[in-house]
């Protein structure tokens, strides 16, 4: 590895820390939901993360003990672009040793309790 491609692995680290930063900041009202179960160990003692960058991706949830992230998916991942881009981004995510589940805003907001229960099948291993 040149000294260069070091420098570069580790400014992209800083910029994608600093952007997970930032979007800590600016959850959506589903994500805050969802966090306000998950955070602490609220959540049958999981330990939970939020805005984890993972690779040049930020995942909204992830559990390091098991490898999960869960990612929450609005409106915006809809189009055939946001689609293909969500399967690489799993892909990735999958080809680092991660399960990646994804729950939808209105899933959250119209079921929360439904979400919780599909969380915990797969910190579990059932899914």
Known sequence: MSGTS?????RARRTAAQRAR???KQLTPAEELLWARLR???????KFVRQAPIGPYIVDFLCRRVLL??????????TDEEISHDERRTAFLAGEGYRVLRV???DIRDNLEGVEETILAALD???
Request: zero cysteines.
């Open 6 to 10: 070091g420098k570069q692995d580790a």
């Open 40 to 46: 602490g160990r609220r959540f049958q003692g999981w």
């Open 22 to 24: 930032t979007l800590r």
């Open 125 to 127: 291993g059932r899914l």
């Open 104 to 106: 939808g805003n209105v």
């Open 69 to 78: 992230v869960v990612e929450v998916d609005g409106a915006t991942h809809s």
